[in-house]
């Protein structure tokens, strides 16, 4: 439907003159300039992003055999992936642009340069009870959606990658004292976010807390800084990121688990497992893979770029 | 069949909590809905004002937008209540509007020959509301209110978005650690099924019981 | 307004309207001095600070809820006019005279009245790709929620029907029409009128019932507004914004209906004579079955 086709790369050039003209206005419009915090990531993450995709490889022709999922991706002109919206740095939609940016969006833009030469993705937005179907129906190609890979779900579905390994980490209100890692939880009460590793993740790292589940990002952050819980469990990544603009919070702590991210595909379909693990290792080999880090989660991150996982290294995988 | 029957703890759970979510909001929203359809019918026209805006306003808003709002926006002018009570007041709140008008619809079935004997034998509006109009008319909307009370439990599912871990939130995070969509949502589903027509058969029982022969 | 409204109470005397009159102004000054209570403290958490309500000055944000909210209406469109046409087909068939056709349609209401309808996208998205139904995106939304609202139209055209006077049909019948040509020519057209206040609140219902878009990815406004939550950190402005759009765009709808039915109720009784009860009753006791 047309209403898709706002996350269709092919508007790429229409949408950043768009851009450049609004952050104009914007700049014009509102007199106290800088100040407005409200819209990170404009025209300058782009402009990186595009760098990458540019230098990016391609596949050569004996790559792809006739008749394979590639060789369809391929004729088909664009690649369907599964993904979030709203998981900043990760996959979130700019609604400025109409882009979606972020270290999987990114990653799922360079194997679509990868099979047709250009980055064409068509984003699917699925939840997490629904991605497992939509890798079954084929109404995807590949999921990019911080899947953790795990034995169960690879009976269902082919896990490529991991293509990142991160951990969940603890945050809570910047006054609070009393806990300084993962295991001052006991008998608190922790904010996690719905259908994210941290509910199964949790009860096993802190038994004894009391979990409290919210749909959104959005609403765990809002939910700690009211004090309905104690302390918010999530992707180190992803609370770096909250704590950066928002004051009222912080990290503590190292990350506690390690979630490796695998790409999901089809179960029965082995040879696309095994082109896009091949994918995989030339980009992370050719620096590829750091730049896209640097350009996303790198921005919130301290520390330096950290050693791409290896392929296979995790159990369903 | 392993992903449903190895966690039945955790569905048994979620189904308690769904079906006592369920009980507390009938309750607050039948409460709700005989008090906003009085006030729509009273003499005092800023109180039918009041109600007017009540139902217009609750009736235009998904209920997702006023959970959010309720939890997240009320504690920043200084309200915070526990998350099951939030969702059960915005939850008792909506349904509250609907079954108001569903009351109201009920008076209005209600003979003009009944509000004239109340008021002949010297009723106050109160009174003839009490003892005549509102027995008389609850009966004959037993069947729409049964089918509120049916969305009602549907819509608890949303309590989920605000931290209530009911059958639905029970349903995903097994889903989460089983990856079987089909087997834990077919059982969910299954289990609302039950209880939707449990309401249904409770509120034909109500019906044939206090059914007004004419 | 309504006949018992009007007898349920005396006409105020004087003195009741000057005590009306008092209460009314103190109540309002309550309601008043509540809100501004509540502003207050919102704007001294700092939620009403300028940048906080900054991006939703922009167009791009504007033409992002608004793209938003046309897929929230085509969703909403395409459901309404399918569901309304099977709702009827079905109040028809439950109203035949066939047993069959009886059967069958009231089977078909009594079954999709009790199950969730997002069970029934659940059911769209990962049971029927198995069997070889694979809808486009639009559609995996519509298709069942047009299975879910047909039962509830089903019922209201139900309702209508039978609360119209048998001597419609009666008459109808005498004068030499066919079953079918009395439905259409005669029932239908008044039992329709009269509904009008249900099938608007059923239809608003429906509208609301596209956010559960968001489970088959088709962004629709309420996901779209989560989307702008994440992306601005703005949770409870943006929900604020998307709330107030729902409720001009509903509204607006309740209104359109109102004015149709005021309009309507003017060709009718005219129509009739005026002599024939000119204050039916508006409301069905159907008409809030959602």
Known sequence: MSILSRNVTRRRALTIAATAVTVALAATGCGDGGSAPA???AAGGDKAAQSVFDAAPVASDAEIPAGSTMDKIRKRGYLTVGGS???PLLSQQNPVTGEIEGFDADMAKLLAKYIIGKPEVKTVTIGTQTREAMLQAKEVDAVFQTYTITPQRATQVAFAGPYLTSGL???????????KSVKDLAGKTVIVGANTPAVTALPEAAPGSKQVAFATDPQAVQALLQKRGDAYVQDFTLLASNAKSNP??????????????????????TEFKEFVNNWLRKIQADGTWAKVWQNTLGSVVEGGTPTPPAIGSVEGS | MDALTGHLGEFG????TTVHMTVVTTIGALLLGVIVATLRICPVPLLRGVGTVYVEVLQNLPLLALLVLFVFALPTIGITFPLFTSAAIVISAYEGAYLAEAIRAGINTVGVGQAEAARAIGLTFSQSLR??????????VIQPMGTICIALLMNTSLAAAVGVVELTQAANNVNLVEAQPIAVFTGAGLAYMLLALLISRI???????????R | MNPNQQILFDVPGPRAQRRIRIATVLGALAILGGIAWAVHQFASHGELAAERWQPFTTWPIWRYLLDALWATLLAAAATAVLSGALGLLLALGRLSAHRPLRWLAGAYVEVFRTVPALLLVYITLFALPKYGLNFPLFWKLVVPLVVSNAAAFAEIFRAGIKALDRGQTEAGLAIGLRRGQVMRLVVLPQALLRLTPSLVSQLVGLLKDTSLGFVVSYTELLYSGQVLASYTHLLIQTFLVVALIYL?????LSKLARVLQARNGRLTTRGRSAAREPAATPLTPGSTAR
């Open chain 2, 203 to 213: 509120t034909g029982a109500l019906e044939r019981r206090f059914a007004i022969v």
């Open chain 3, 248 to 252: 001009v765009v509903n509204a607006s």
């Open chain 2, 131 to 140: 003892y005549v109009i509102l027995p008389q008319g609850l009966r004959a």
């Open chain 1, 169 to 179: 980490a603890v945050a809570v209100r910047k006054d609070e004292t009393s806990i």
């Open chain 1, 85 to 87: 919206l709203d998981a």
């Open chain 1, 248 to 269: 009222g919070m912080k990290v503590v702590g190292e990350p506690f688990t390690t979630e490796a991210y695998g790409i999901g595909l089809n179960h029965e379909d």
């Open chain 1, 39 to 41: 819209l990170p990531g």
């Open chain 2, 13 to 16: 759970h979620g189904l308690v």
